[in-house]
C-alpha cells in the first residue's frame, strides 16, 4: 500500500510543508534500519542481519534496492580467509539517513507534545498514522521509551498493539539494572 506522508514543520515562525516520499509502509521502516546500520560502521551482511533482526533472504532483497537507489556500494576485499564484501554507505545514502532520522525526530517531537497535553485522542490517531516507523524511532533511540510506555498507560492500551514482539526493546539483558539480588535491593554494609 503507497502512501505519501505530510508533515508540518514550524521553524523560525514559518510553516513549511514537507512531502515525505512515497513509499511502501512496510518495507520502509526497514531500508532505514538497514542503511543506518550500514552508516553506523556496520559493513558485514552477517552482522547487519544480526544487529537489525532481518531475514537474510529479506536483507538481500533490501540491500539490493539499497544499492539500485544508490545509497551503498559493496566492494570486495581480500581477507585472511578468503575475499570478504563490505558494505559502505554513498553520501547520498549518509544524507538520506540524516534526513530521515530528522523526520523521525519530529513525528516524535509531536508525540510527546500531544502526550503532555493529555489529549488521548489525538494521541493515539498520531500514533496510529505512524505505526509503520515507531521500530525506527526505537533503533535510532530517538524516543523516550519511559514516555513512550506512559503513552499506553495514559491510552489504556498495550505496547504490543503497535509494536511487533521482534521490535521490541530488549529489556531482559544483563547489561544494565540487574545487580544479581533476589530481592531487586540494595546491599548496605552499615558496619554495626
Excluded: C
Excluded at 27 to 45: R, T
Amino acid at each position: 500500500m503507497l502512501n505519501i506522508i505530510f508533515e508540518l514543520l514550524y521553524i523560525k515562525q514559518r510553516i513549511f510543508l514537507t512531502v515525505v516520499k512515497t513509499s511502501i509502509v512496510e518495507s520502509e521502516p526497514k531500508d532505514l534500519i538497514v542503511l543506518g546500520a550500514i552508516k553506523h560502521g556496520v559493513k558485514k551482511f552477517e552482522k547487519i542481519q544480526k544487529m537489525t533482526q532481518i531475514e537474510p533472504e529479506e536483507l538481500n532483497s533490501i540491500l539490493e534496492q539499497l544499492e539500485k537507489r544508490g545509497f551503498i556500494r559493496t566492494e570486495e576485499k581480500k581477507g585472511w580467509f578468503g575475499m570478504k564484501v563490505e558494505i559502505t554507505p554513498t553520501e547520498k545514502g549518509s544524507k538520506e539517513v540524516d534526513e530521515r532520522v530528522h523526520e523521525l525526530q519530529a513525528k516524535w517531537n509531536q508525540m510527546s507534545l500531544l502526550y503532555k497535553s493529555g489529549d488521548k485522542e489525538k494521541l493515539k490517531q498520531e500514533m496510529e498514522n505512524n505505526k509503520s516507523i515507531i521500530p525506527s524511532m526505537m533503533f535510532f533511540g530517538i524516543m523516550d521509551m519511559m514516555m513512550f510506555s506512559m503513552m499506553f498507560s495514559m491510552m489504556g492500551m498495550a505496547m504490543s498493539d503497535y509494536v511487533t514482539p521482534e521490535n521490541m526493546p530488549d529489556t531482559g539483558s544483563n547489561e544494565m539494572g540487574d545487580s544479581g539480588m533476589d530481592d531487586g535491593g540494595f546491599d548496605f554494609d552499615i558496619g554495626f
